[in-house]
């Protein structure tokens, strides 16, 4: 059975950085696409980055493009978000996810399984 979870997240000041993990189990995922997303209070659950688990490629939504960097350790089988120079509007509950094919995706209903989340509060 597939298992995410999520640490890393807590209160910060804007301008300040954070550093998320995503630990994966219960199967193999060199042929899956892992993704992290957030949603904020009131809003949907939006996309932030990706990453292909066998080739190490990226994507990111616009929003965090420059300031967020996603990347993996295949032996620890744990994915990362560092997050820096963070704004206010970047508090939410963060998520991390795996698709169950080499194809990139940025839509939740394309992710198979989910953690729990972490809450990510950016203080002004």
């Known amino acids: 059975q597939v298992q995410l979870v999520e640490s890393g997240g807590r209160l910060v000041q804007a301008g300040g950085s954070l550093r998320l993990s995503c630990a994966a189990s219960?199967?193999?995922?060199?042929?899956?696409?892992m993704g992290w997303f957030r949603r904020a209070p009131g809003k949907e659950r939006e996309f932030v980055a990706g990453?292909?688990?066998?080739?190490?490629?990226?994507y990111y939504a616009d929003s965090v493009k420059g300031r967020f960097t996603i990347s993996r350790d295949n032996a620890k089988n744990t994915v990362y978000l560092q997050m820096n120079s963070l704004k206010p509007e970047d508090t939410a509950v963060y998520y991390c996810?795996?698709?169950?094919?080499?194809?990139?995706?940025?839509?939740?209903?394309?992710?198979?399984?989910w953690g729990q989340g972490t809450q990510v509060t950016v203080s002004s």
């Open positions: 996810a795996v698709r169950l094919t080499v194809w990139p995706g940025t839509k939740e209903n394309e992710y198979d399984y």
């Open positions: 219960g199967r193999t995922f060199s042929s899956s696409m």
């Open positions: 990453i292909s688990w066998s080739r190490g490629s990226t």
